[in-house]
C-alpha cells in the first residue's frame, strides 16, 4: 500500500516530497524478510532495525542511488 504524499498524488492534489511512504502488512516476526528485500531493491536503513522497528514499527531508509528516503 503507497500511503502518504504518493498517495495525494494519486488523488489529484500535487506536492513535492522527497520521500515515499510504504505499509506493508507483514509483522515484525518478518523484520529479516523485510531487510533481505530492502537490500535488494538498494535501500539502506538508517537505524538500528531490530531494535527501533520493534518500538516505533517503521523502518526508515533511503535509496541509495537517488538519496531518497523511504519509510
Known amino acids: 500500500m503507497v ?3 504518493q498517495a ?3 488523488y489529484g492534489e500535487y506536492r513535492f ?3 515515499i511512504d510504504i505499509m506493508l502488512g507483514v509483522d515484525t516476526d518478518r523484520l529479516q524478510d ?4 530492502a537490500k535488494r531493491v538498494g535501500l539502506a536503513p538508517l537505524v538500528e532495525p531490530e ?3 520493534l518500538e516505533h514499527l517503521v523502518l526508515p531508509c533511503r535509496e ?3 538519496g531518497i528516503g523511504v519509510n
Open 8 to 10: 495525494v498524488l494519486a
Open 34 to 37: 523485510v531487510l533481505s528485500v
Open 51 to 53: 531494535t527501533f522497528v
Open 3 to 5: 500511503i502518504g504524499g
Open 17 to 19: 516530497t522527497r520521500d
Open 64 to 66: 541509495d542511488e537517488s
